[in-house]
């Protein structure tokens, strides 16, 4: 690779941004064909396509066939002109992906989150980035940016991670420089929550959808709102943190500062505990408890009742604040269909307009997917200087993030 796009005269990044937008949308086309979708000369496309494909931006990927006369040559976006990396961190998993120009996931790797928290966590990811970058042909070996998913409150001036509950002493550290340090290159971090909403947005059931919020229940509880087709930060990186709302217990007793009072009813250690008060037992996993559910077990399903009736009311207050067309559930225990069931069946009982719910289209991988979405976004904004479309290989149009927590 010679060059970047950004490297030539406004003239000519005007027409290489053309034709580059033309294949995000289209994906391989003639050049006879991108004459016609960007209303540039033919020359001009001639001229374009090769200094794109010689700096290795764009490579021949066949002919045409089916049309009459002769067979043309079809160009696309070289996915392998750059990498990124995309990063689920969670109190329970670390998700680590390398991803192309187009988001195709070159290499990935999972484990279970360092239980030590802080800087051990912060090597677990350098040492995962590193063993997937040794696999990654030489000429590749320069990640662009890096996208990290995190389980917490971040101020959106400064990028610092305020509020992390469930990783042990992460807000005490500068993440984004000691992590930038290591892989060398310009790290974003987002709420996890927030990269599933956009994830959703992405290549899930919010494609198209203006307004909805993806509600995250599992270890944690947390929101992502996307509001007129935007992701909602809030003027101190709060907006969504649900786990606050003061539901399922006494909103004024202090304990409940540091996880959220809905939290504290609802999370994964509550239903456990809920559970074990029902049953007479302990020991219990969630995943666990709703096997039994699956057997009949009664005490199963008299927590499921109570968990459902509180989401319930948590989505009610919601939906009378945001008015959303859709609410994603996702995690461990928002992604259970048998929860999904219940709360369809009491919401109607606590809310005069109840939103369309659905289970997250992406799984257990909305934040990941979410995290690639957004890495493409900035490195097609990087490189080709343009919006990308909302559907189809490339992510909806994002704000940069890197400009962002900068």
């Not at 007479?280 to 009664?298: H, K, P, Q, Y």
Request: with cysteine; charged share 20%.
């Amino acid at each position: 690779m010679t060059a970047d796009p950004t490297d030539v005269p406004i003239a000519r990044q005007i027409s290489m941004h053309a034709v580059t937008r033309a294949l995000l949308a289209s994906g391989p086309t003639s050049r006879a064909e991108l004459a016609k979708r960007t209303g540039l000369s033919k020359q001009t496309i001639s001229d374009v396509v090769r200094e794109l494909e010689a700096a290795g931006w764009l490579a021949p990927l066949g002919r045409t066939a089916g049309r009459p006369g002769r067979s043309a040559v079809t160009y696309a976006i070289n996915g392998r002109a750059a990498i990124a990396g995309a990063i689920d961190l969670g109190g329970t998993k670390l998700h680590v992906a390398i991803v192309d120009l187009l988001g195709e996931v070159i290499g990935e790797t999972i484990e279970p989150t360092d239980p030590r928290g802080g800087a051990h966590v912060l090597d677990q990811i350098g040492r995962l980035l590193d063993q997937l970058m040794a696999a990654v042909p030489p000429a590749l070996r320069r990640l662009r940016l890096v996208v990290l998913g995190v389980p917490g409150i971040l101020h959106p001036e400064t990028g610092h991670i305020t509020v992390a509950p469930n990783i042990h002493g992460l807000s005490d550290l500068d993440v984004r420089r000691a992590l930038a340090g290591h892989a060398g290159a310009p790290v974003a971090i987002e709420n996890d929550v927030n990269l599933a909403a956009r994830g959703e947005q992405w290549r899930g059931h919010g494609v198209g959808i203006g307004n909805f919020v993806f509600i995250a229940l599992g270890t944690g509880i947390g929101m992502g709102i996307i509001a007129d087709g935007h992701l909602l930060r809030g003027g101190r990186g709060g907006a969504g943190e649900i786990a606050y709302l003061p539901i399922g217990g006494d909103p004024f007793d202090a304990r409940g500062f540091r996880q959220g009072t809905l939290e504290s009813a609802v999370g994964s250690v509550a239903i456990a505990e809920r559970y074990a008060g029902l049953a007479n037992t302990s020991g219990m996993t969630v995943r666990d408890i709703f096997a039994r559910l699956a057997e009949g077990d009664a005490a199963a399903a008299a927590m499921l009742e109570e968990a459902a009736r509180l989401v319930a009311a948590a989505i009610a207050a919601v939906t009378a604040v945001l008015d959303p067309e859709l609410v994603v559930l996702g995690g461990g225990i928002g992604a259970r269909p048998e929860l999904l069931d219940s709360v369809r069946r009491l919401l109607p009982r606590c809310t005069p307009f109840p939103p369309r719910l659905e289970l997250s289209a992406l799984g257990n991988r909305a934040t990941l997917t979410g995290a690639i979405g957004v890495a493409v976004g900035r490195m097609h904004d990087e490189f080709f200087g343009i919006g990308v479309p909302t559907t189809g290989s490339a992510p909806p149009p994002v704000a940069d993030p890197v400009k962002e927590l900068s």
